[in-house]
């Protein structure tokens, strides 16, 4: 029911993915410098005991695993990983525990941590799912759902039923004309990270002309009308036009159009969160669905509603080094770590140095901003003694490796998922493998089980598939029928509308471990947190007892217990906090407020800031080796005003020099009304220079197949792979989440 059996076009090309001729099928290792290309194929045993033991590599002494067992120093091997979720990671994170390391990196930085981080801090867990096949109007801000986005199957389907179907009107606020805003019933062109000044001038229209909820405010948020109408008075919407360049008439209208559309959403994404300001953004847009009353309804925002499945654990002891969320000061709320801040912490050396650095599905080197950077610290193996990749292509990362353990295909893994589902219903479903793995690849979760047994560390469970058999069997999930068919959810099931609402029995928040927090009117679970005593708990109160949140149990409203909006990652109370303690004691806004981007402020006439986004047939770093994919997209020219472009005396087709504080990069430019003055838009996806013949033109290893395989390779007519925009992008993480600002980077453009 998730996606209606439908796939999008990279889901159509994932057979390339199994077939691509460049593809690692073997382990291998280093035969020559870091980076020099030179490998020497080698069996699984003889791999894993390199990565176990340790051993010499092309002449230079690495440590394994046990030997930072033996030296009492778990957390000097990091595991990172881009790409990494359900059962997948709950395998791999059970084997990290019980190794004893919790120096883990995730990609969340670089995607959507800032989304997230604002809504911990406003209604708790994420996801938010916008209800948009019954939803009245929709206001979009920087997300182009219709080609990308981390629910695009489910979400773009909705969506054109809700536009085609009911007539229900879009307005898409971009810097970019993408094809989501072409399909939109109009597309509002805005100045770049100026998002937050539309929506909080929205919001002071509804409050001033009284348009609000006036129920969920004074029930579920913790501030009251008066306060809003005082705090929003000086957001007009002619201060936003100066600002935005949105015409105040426009703000109005659409904000008296969404308070009166019963009900609206809004639906945002790195287009509007991926700048310095973007905390603030996603917390102003959950601002104005709270005023309408659009937050857990039919047809509003709603928190996602997910599998529960419960499975079998590891327990331990875990350590960690201090490179995860970024040097200290910088970031008030790191809630999903500041990957792209890692490769910078360990050349630093201050806050320690992992001695065995595993990436997984990751490419740190092209994925983040200031490549040359990247490639420089995993080039030195004195800063990164031993790197391991476990992936199943030679992205830029793994070319650095000293170690590669090829894994599967999406098409040779077994794994259930955890995904929430846009019918508001849990479903469980269940990824297996189309065909038995090529080569000799090893689904990467089966050797974490097998370094586990090696290592002497008690695994619940022999194998990723009785690992999923016993959640299934955990989960009240019948394992024979999810192989039969795939996908389960309860018919009977209704979608879970205003799930904060629900009322708490007594027993649910009584009993001795359980206390009252009178600031917050939050009941929390005192052995749950991080208290060590009762008596600290009380002292501390909920606030201010670490990991408070880890035992919350409902929140009081008015002479009821209610389940409220469960708070994650911080100490936030149950209702839905639009002031926020947690920033005000980080000497932030605690109402969502205007905060401009410092480098903008001091922008030269001749200066335009960058823009990077996503098209529709290609995912990320990773589908660049699809070639009926980049057959289609290859190729990502500079787009520019035509009005910016006569500015700076350059013509269509030119060649053009971009250049930022960190590099330089060569392309040239298409103009194009269809991107707002003062900006540069450059796609992702493109500019590989590994990652196999289609996506770059060079070929993986001398293990690589030929045409003999492939006979596509001779077909191969496109000679270009475009420009990847990362090289000029500044490692820059946002102050409140640490969240990467890739669309902030200021940079000038002359003709070549």
Known sequence: IRNRGKICSKGQAGINQVYDPDRILYPMVRAGKRGEGKWRRISWDEGLDLLIEGGEIAGHRVKG????????????????????????????????????????????????????????????????????????????????????????????????????????????????????????????????????????????????????????????????????????????PEWAEKISGVPASTIRALAVAYAEAKPGTCVSYRGAVAHYN????????????????????????????????????????????????????????????????????????????????????????????????????????????????VDAFLSESTALADLILPDVTYLERLSWDDMVSYEMVPEFYLRQPVIKPLGEVRQFQDVCIEIAGRLGIDMPYSSTAEYVRQSCEMSGVDFEYLISNGVWHDPAARPRYLSHARKLEREEYTGGDILFDETTGAYWNWKKSGAKSREEALLGGYRATKNAYKGYVGQKIDDTVCAGFVPDKVNKSGKFEIYSELLAEKGFNPMPGWMPVPEYEHRKENELILSSYKVSVQTHSRTQNCKWLTEIYHDNPALLNPFTAEQLGIRDGERIKVSSQVAEIYTRVKLTEGIVPGLIGISYHCGHWEYGRYASGKKSTELARGVEFDPDIKRKWWEKNGVHPNWIIPNSPDPISGQWRMNDTVVTVEKV
């Open 65 to 236: 695993l046990k030997d930072l067992l033996e030296e009492g120093t778990p957390e000097k091997f990091m595991f990172h990983y881009g790409r990494l979720k359900a059962s997948d990671s709950a395998i791999v994170k059970d084997f990290l525990t019980g190794y004893g390391t919790a120096t883990i990196g995730n990609h969340t930085a670089i995607c959507e941590g800032g989304k997230w981080t604002a809504q911990e801090l406003t209604w708790g867990k994420h996801y938010d799912v916008n209800d948009v096949e019954n939803t009245n109007m929709i206001l979009n801000f920087g997300s182009n759902f219709l080609e990308a986005h981390t629910s695009h199957i489910q979400l773009y389907q909705r969506v054109i039923h809700a536009l085609y179907d009911r007539g229900v009107k879009l307005y898409t606020f971009d810097v970019r004309l993408s094809n989501t805003a072409a399909k939109s019933t109009e597309w509002i062109p805005i100045k770049p990270a100026t998002d937050l000044a539309v929506v909080l001038a929205m919001c002071g229209v509804i409050m001033d002309r009284e348009l609000y909820d006036r129920n969920f405010l004074e029930t579920w948020t913790n501030v009251s009308p008066a306060q809003l109408k005082e705090h929003l008075g000086q957001y007009t």
């Open 278 to 389: 973007g905390v603030e953004t996603e917390r102003a847009l959950k601002m104005l669905d709270a005023l309408c009353g659009y937050i857990n309804v039919k047809g509003g925002t709603n928190l996602g509603v997910g599998p529960k499945w419960h499975t079998p654990a590891v327990a331990g002891a875990t350590k960690k080094l201090g490179i995860l969320d970024g040097f200290p000061g910088e970031i008030a709320y790191p809630t999903h770590h500041a990957s792209h801040q890692v490769l910078k912490m360990i050349k630093d050396g201050g806050y320690g140095r992992p001695d065995l650095y595993m990436i997984h599905c990751y490419n740190p080197v092209y994925v983040n901003g200031e490549c040359q950077e990247n490639i420089d610290i995993l080039s030195d193996e004195k800063l990164v003694p031993f790197l391991v990749s």
